[in-house]
């Protein structure tokens, strides 16, 4: 945008503004390497950099994702290499799934437990999935916590709170007894790491996976754009990037 009351200047300048970004359109990237979850899920568990940090971009949920969204959890749960306890250590942060956590509270901690958690809210790449796993953690929260569990299914901790909660912070963590330091393998519902993941990484990829704010943006489902538009038709030839004048009155 270009605000003045020079008509001539702000023409000049918000042309070479248009015309700067349309010259860098190819340049722009994500700060970190990405790749589908099948790719991420397996240079993580070939990896010996740890933690290895996975980034479920698609389910971020504070960028506008649910949180809940079950697809990248079922996939993590149907690898051969995590279903043995002696696999490799992931961490997933999180899911909510209440009525689990309502068994969590009767059978303790060491207790089995099964029941649906996830897609409650957002349904629409996978349904809810059936946890059944071994207690190792439970914390009660109160009116200004949640209450928080760790599920352990194979090699894999899944944790599971009543409500939906983001995992930002090493505290997060290690209040459940978890370490995610010395853990092979951490995947967060979030984009861009905050500093304090950043800083704990032995390696990290941002997963291209569904849900609310999905980065894949040649997946998106578009409906009601005008084309053509960049970068979905990369073809395109230069727009006319000259002024239009338009009335105020």
Known sequence: MVTGDDQLVIKKTAEFLALSFWEKRNEFEFVAPTATFEKSLSNAVASKKNPYIISDMGDN????????????????????????????????????????I?????????????????AQIDHRYAPPIKLEGTLEALIHGDVHADTEAVVRVGS?????????KPYHYEKDFTRLGLDPRNSEILVVKIGYLVP??????????????????D????????????????????GMKDPDLRVRWISSM
Request: no cysteine.
């Open 61 to 100: 949920p504070t960028a506008g994702g649910a949180g809940d969204v079950t697809w990248t959890l079922r996939q993590i749960l149907d690898h051969p290499e995590l279903k043995s306890i002696d696999g490799p250590e992931l961490i997933y942060a999180s899911i909510p799934g209440p009525e689990l």
């Open 102 to 118: 309502e068994q969590a509270n009767l059978v303790g901690i060491g207790g089995k437990v099964s029941a649906y958690v996830g």
């Open 156 to 164: 894999v901790k899944v944790i599971v709170t009543k409500r939906r």
């Open 196 to 213: 304090e993941l950043y800083d704990m990484r032995g390696d990290w990829i941002m997963a291209l996976t569904p849900g609310g704010v």
């Open 215 to 234: 980065q894949d943006l040649d997946r998106l489902d578009y409906k009601r754009i005008k084309r053509p538009m960049y970068p979905l038709n990369k």
